[in-house]
């Protein structure tokens, strides 16, 4: 059985660029701290849009243009993808349906013991991850590290949480 951790949209215009909180800046030691430490897979996510985001449905409800495929902002914080060892997983809305398709695999050919997952933002992509990984991998532990996460807002954080505590999602505080 193997471990898995998931390390979502740890991006330079999601800590101190275009959508940067002091709160993502904050978690940034320690979501390195859990990198280099996790003893398992990791996977990273990468939220990947292009020159039309506002003319997205998502560019339309928040129009602030932020991780143009190529850009700085859309890169992984430096210190983190330096720790990163497989091809990033891009992905053009808050969930990966590629991401639950790829973890039902990984579950069917060597079963998951846990995926954990850390990063930005809890209450959009991190929670929308936890749930696609709940249903694509129902009978597995799926583990959120609250203090590897930062939202929106502090308070839109905690909601997250706890809606993910709801739907049996482990939170560890």
Not at 70 to 95: H, M, Q
Not at 117 to 142: Q, Y
Request: net charge negative.
């Amino acid at each position: 059985m193997q471990k898995l951790l998931l390390v979502i949209d740890m991006q330079n215009d999601f800590i101190d660029g275009a959508l940067g909180t002091k709160e993502a800046v904050a978690i940034v030691p320690a979501v390195k701290k859990k990198i280099e430490s996790f003893d398992g897979t990791i996977l990273f996510t990468r939220d990947t849009h292009f020159e039309n985001y506002l003319e997205t449905q998502e560019g339309s409800n928040l129009p602030v243009t932020h991780c143009i495929k190529g850009t700085d902002g859309w890169k992984i914080r430096s210190e983190l993808d330096e720790l990163r060892t497989n091809e990033a997983i891009d992905k053009v809305t808050f969930g990966s349906s590629e991401l639950g398709l790829m973890l039902a695999q990984m579950n069917a050919e060597d079963p998951l013991e846990s995926i954990t997952i850390i990063g930005l933002c809890t209450d959009i992509c991190v929670i929308s991850n936890a749930m696609i990984a709940k249903a694509f991998c129902p009978e597995v532990p799926i583990i959120v590290d609250a203090k590897c996460c930062a939202g929106v807002t502090p308070q839109s954080h905690e909601n997250a949480l706890q809606a993910m505590e709801v739907c049996q999602i482990k939170v560890e505080r």
